[in-house]
C-alpha cells in the first residue's frame, strides 16, 4: 500500500508547495484507490491526496475505508480536513487504520487514535 501511495505522488501538482503527497486506499471491498495533492494559485481551492483518492473511490462505486496509505517527503500524517472526510467514509473509527512510512518501516494507527472527536455522521439526523 506504500509502495502505492508513493506511486500516486508522483501523479501530484504541487508546483507552490513543492510538497508532493500520495495516497492509496483499500477498501473493504478489496479494491485500492489512489490520489494525489492538487494545488492551485488560489490556495483555498487545492485538494489534498487523501480527499482525492476518497472522491477516486466514490466515483469508482466503492465507499468504506479500511486502509489509508499516505507518502509525503517527511512521512506526514494526513491533515484534520481529510481526517473528517476519511472519518465520513471509515467502517468505524477504530477498525479503519492509517498508515505512514516510518524510518524503521511503517507507522499505524487508527482513525480514533489520530482523532478521537471527529463529527460523526452517526450524530446526525438523515432525513
Ligand atoms: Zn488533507
Partial sequence: ???????????AYAPY???????AILTENGEVFQGA????ISYGATI???R???????TGGDHRIHTVAVH???????CGICL??????????????????????????SLRELAPY??????VKKK
Wanted: one cysteine or more; proline letters at 4%; aromatic letters at 8%.
Fill in 48 to 50: 489534498c491526496a487523501e
Fill in 84 to 109: 473528517q472526510t476519511i472519518a465520513e467514509f471509515a467502517i468505524d473509527a477504530d477498525s479503519t487504520r492509517i498508515v505512514v512510512p516510518s524510518e524503521n518501516g511503517f507507522i499505524e494507527r
Fill in 37 to 40: 495533492n492538487i494545488e492551485n
Fill in 1 to 11: 500500500m506504500l509502495s502505492l501511495a508513493e506511486q500516486a505522488s508522483n501523479r
Fill in 17 to 23: 508547495s513543492n510538497y508532493s503527497v500520495g495516497v
Fill in 72 to 78: 509525503t517527503p517527511d512521512h506526514g500524517w494526513p
Fill in 52 to 58: 482525492t483518492a476518497i472522491a477516486n473511490m466514490r
Fill in 118 to 123: 471527529l463529527w460523526s455522521s452517526a450524530l
